[in-house]
């Protein structure tokens, strides 16, 4: 009765029981929690990380609406020579990470390469992650 969101973006952030992984050639493909109303006039608020490795990356929320537009920052670019289409198939290969997914990984590095500047960006991403969940419990 006392789990929240919170605790679950905790539980999906936990390397030492081995739910959140990013060594050893696997990674954390992407982690999703959801919070469901039992009032059926409440919208489902779901929050997705969209980027590996939930310990280094924040979960952003969003409601499933009529008409709803896709943002090109989450969008695997396309191609007009893509291999999967090309016949035979898949003589090369393009980069299908989209915008976040790349500016992820480059924070990553950032994160490795200078602890301080690191520590502050995850300290700037945990702050927007909680101004997401403010704006939800706001919304619920």
Not at 97 to 122: F, P, S, T
Request: some cysteine; charged content about 25%; hydrophobic content about 35%.
């Amino acid at each position: 009765g006392h789990i929240t969101a919170e605790t679950l973006m905790s539980i999906l952030r936990d390397k030492d029981s081995g739910i959140c992984v990013d060594a050893e050639g696997f990674r954390t493909a992407g982690s999703m929690v959801s919070v469901l109303p039992r009032d059926p006039a409440l919208p489902c608020v779901h929050f997705f990380t969209a980027t590996p490795d939930p310990s280094r990356s924040v979960f952003k929320p969003f409601v499933f609406v009529a008409g709803i537009k896709p943002v090109p920052q989450v969008s695997s670019p396309t191609f007009l020579q893509d291999p999967a289409k090309q016949i035979p198939r898949f003589q090369s290969s393009v980069d299908r990470r989209h915008e976040l997914y790349r500016r992820h990984q480059a924070a990553l590095e950032l994160m490795e390469q200078d602890q301080e500047r690191g520590r502050k960006l995850l300290e700037t991403l945990r702050e927007l992650e909680k101004q997401g969940l403010e704006g939800m419990k706001e919304l619920l």
